[in-house]
């Protein structure tokens, strides 16, 4: 018995580690791009899943739907990072980009609007209300709770994280590892 869940545990750390070299191969090679002149769907990825998996497997069921033309859009075209981006006297925009939460969630909207993916209703979900139960209850900040580890106390619109959070998992955890692997240096 035991033979069989340290099997398990082999599959599962080879997919893991599988996962991980995938997103440092996408970050590095978005790394050198200017994501401002790049479609939103081309980059944005729904939270819970990895870059790979959404560009290859999922994304064409949703890319043909009708309102879809939003997720057309460049980055460079949005106002709100643009907006950001003027300010802070930026006009490159790669995965290492520190934004702040609040900007990244509009984006996602703007996204996730556009791409009409159909919605997993939680039965803490709830229309009503707004502010920090709004925003505990995002995607993206679920995701920067689960795998950035993150402490819900410190959740904020004006919270810096890595453009990489929009792009999945995998890029997201190959973002984390680079830093992590920087700061031990």
């Known amino acids: 018995m035991s033979d069989n869940i340290n099997k398990k545990k082999s599959r599962k750390e080879q997919k893991g580690a599988g996962v991980i070299e995938n997103g440092l191969k996408i970050l590095h090679q978005l790394g050198n791009i200017n994501i401002l002149n790049v479609p939103m769907h081309a980059i944005i990825v729904p939270a819970g899943l990895t870059f790979a998996a959404w560009h290859t497997r ?5 890319s043909h739907q ?5 997720g057309n859009v460049l980055f460079g075209e949005n106002t709100i990072l643009q907006s950001w981006m003027n300010v802070k006297n930026l006009s490159f925009l790669n995965p290492n980009t520190m934004i702040p939460l609040g900007v990244l969630i ?3 909207n703007v996204f996730d609007r ?3 993916l159909p919605k997993k209703r939680d039965s803490n979900d709830s229309m009503e209300g707004g502010g920090d139960s709004f ?9 920067l709770i689960k795998i950035g580890k993150f402490s819900a106390n410190h959740i904020m619109p004006s919270l810096l994280v890595p453009f990489a959070l929009l792009m999945g998992r995998d890029v997201y955890k190959a973002y984390l590892l680079e830093e992590e692997k920087k700061n031990k240096k």
């Open 66 to 70: 009708k309102g879809g033309g939003a």
């Open 135 to 143: 925003l505990l209850n995002h995607p993206l900040v679920h995701e």
């Open 114 to 116: 556009a791409i009409q």
């Open 58 to 62: 999922k994304s064409d069921r949703f």
């Open 106 to 108: 509009l984006i996602y």
